[in-house]
């Protein structure tokens, strides 16, 4: 019944085989051959002809109106398809670790939605070992996570790194240093990201601080960057944290880089590496170019 529908809705609207015939690029008895056939399907009849006008029938009335809405909806949704196989619209999950800076995400992000306003974009705030899993299962298509990362199912692609810095009160004795060294830090205590939620952060700083001929005191924090700030502005320790937290705005600590710390903190933007949904491909895409056009290297 599809195969002749246009063609009936069409002669519907301008009730005369000549001009519906022109507008669809057919001879007059090719039309006529159409609307018979339909009215053989269907078993009815559609049209009352005479030489001087065409007339809809009751039935002719009813399926006109029908078949114009169902070929709108079978038009959208052939172009939702269509806009779905090039990443033009559907749906993407977007995991993301506490620092959402990082790796420039909310740059990228910004550039991808102006770019592809029919993909609805949805954000998920999960540590890196979650993210992992949730890629595995496809519950989220992108993640900004942080290496290093033992998983051959994904593909890794990197999105910058960030020194790691002092975070202590502004009335601490140390505020008063442009900068710091690990010795300043070893009658301090420590807040550090927990070794069972961070290891390779954790023992790299165990390490540069071996390398500087001490054991530090450490109080390690599993829950956030955020909570480390607070328990340094609560005067309970010197937080080790990501050089973009500076940007929090705390008045009541000061930042300071430890020179000879030399520890950072690598992000990266991951997907499962048989991923194939061109949404995906054309996120990647984008952010390439944003994170290109950040470091002034060429596309």
């Known amino acids: 019944m599809f195969k002749y529908a246009h063609s009936f809705c069409v002669l519907a609207q301008e009730l005369h085989f000549s001009r519906a015939a022109s507008r669809l690029h057919l001879t007059q008895p090719a039309l006529s051959h159409q609307i018979k056939k339909l009215e053989e399907e269907i078993g009815c009849t559609l049209l009352v002809r005479s030489p001087q006008k065409v007339m809809l029938t009751e039935a002719g009335v009813i399926l006109a109106k029908e078949l114009a809405v169902a070929l709108n909806q079978m038009s959208n949704a052939v172009q939702q398809a269509q806009d779905a196989e090039r990443g033009e619209s559907g749906a993407l999950a977007i995991g993301y670790c506490e620092l959402p800076e990082a790796g420039r995400m909310s740059l990228v992000i910004r550039r991808y939605t102006a770019m592809y306003p029919g993909v609805d974009v949805t954000l998920r705030k999960l540590s890196t070992n979650d993210q992992v899993v949730a890629l595995a299962s496809g519950s989220i298509d992108v993640a900004f996570l942080h290496p290093p990362v033992n998983s051959v199912e994904l593909m890794i692609r990197s999105a910058g790194d960030e ?111 048989d991923s194939s949904r061109p949404a995906v491909s054309r996120f990647l895409e984008v952010a390439g170019e944003c994170l290109a056009k950040m470091e002034n290297l060429p596309v």
């Open 163 to 273: 020194w790691m810095v002092a975070a202590l009160p502004a009335n601490h004795a140390l505020a008063a240093l442009p900068t710091l060294r690990l010795a300043d830090l070893k009658a301090e205590r420590l807040i550090v990201c927990a070794e069972e939620t961070g290891a390779f952060m954790y023992n790299s700083i165990l390490a540069a601080f071996g390398n500087a001929g001490f054991q530090p005191r450490l109080r390690e924090e599993k829950n956030s960057w955020h909570t480390m700030l607070d328990q340094a502005t609560s005067g309970l320790g010197v937080a080790l944290v990501p050089q973009s937290l500076i940007r929090a705005g705390n008045s009541q600590l000061v930042f300071r880089a430890v020179d000879d710390l030399n520890v950072k903190l690598e992000t990266a933007i991951a997907t499962a590496a």
